[in-house]
């Protein structure tokens, strides 16, 4: 009997150091190769965008469709679309800004320096060509531009979306945010 007990003892004694074996042998096999991960494909990075030399501020509600690259003097800017030569805002299909009712010019002419800021009504915020002195349409000082955005802290409103104005002349609606039409430059009024 003493010798039964002793051999099933041996033979789970046996039995547990295989198992240990196996066990470290599992465990090396693990460290020497090691398991294959897919790595994910790399992110492509985007090119570096070029430093404008004017500071043309893009703020208009369609997309651009076509652009071009404007080289002058060493300067490359990318737009596609008029340009406010007061506030520098860049719209697409319009004739005039919708914040100051300023005819709005091809980019190029702001690199080249041709147009100069001009002056803004201190009343009506209209903008006008320089030489004028007194507004036309309400009679107040027409003071330079830079000195009129110098002192006036500038509401930034983006497009809202909602069409809730329209011109008196042309009846094209425009957004609440817009102050002045865009085809014509006449001061939008709200929709009753």
């Not at 997309?63 to 002058?72: E, I």
Request: proline fraction near 10%; aromatic fraction near 4%.
């Amino acid at each position: 009997m003493e010798l039964a007990r002793w051999g099933l003892a041996t033979a789970l004694v046996l039995l547990a150091i295989a198992a240990i074996a196996l066990i470290v042998l599992a465990a090396r096999r693990r460290q020497v190769e090691p398991e294959v991960v897919a790595e994910p494909a790399p992110v492509p990075t985007p090119p570096p965008v070029p430093r404008r030399a004017s500071p043309v501020v893009r703020r208009a509600s369609a997309p651009p469709r076509q652009s071009r690259a404007l080289v002058g003097g060493g300067l490359a800017v990318v737009s596609t679309g008029l340009v406010c030569p007061t506030c520098r805002t860049e719209y697409q299909g319009k004739s005039y800004c919708e914040r100051d009712a300023r005819r709005l010019v091809p980019p190029e002419e702001m690199l080249a320096g041709a147009r100069s800021a001009g002056g803004m009504c201190t009343s009506c915020g209209r903008a006008f060509e320089p030489g004028l002195r007194r507004c036309p349409h309400d009679g107040g000082e027409v003071i330079p531009a830079v000195l009129f955005q110098a002192t006036r802290r500038r509401r930034e409103i983006p497009p809202t979306g909602v069409l809730a104005k329209v011109c008196p002349v042309c009846r094209e609606k425009g957004d609440l945010s817009a102050r002045f039409c865009g085809r014509d430059g006449q001061e939008l009024v709200v929709i009753n």
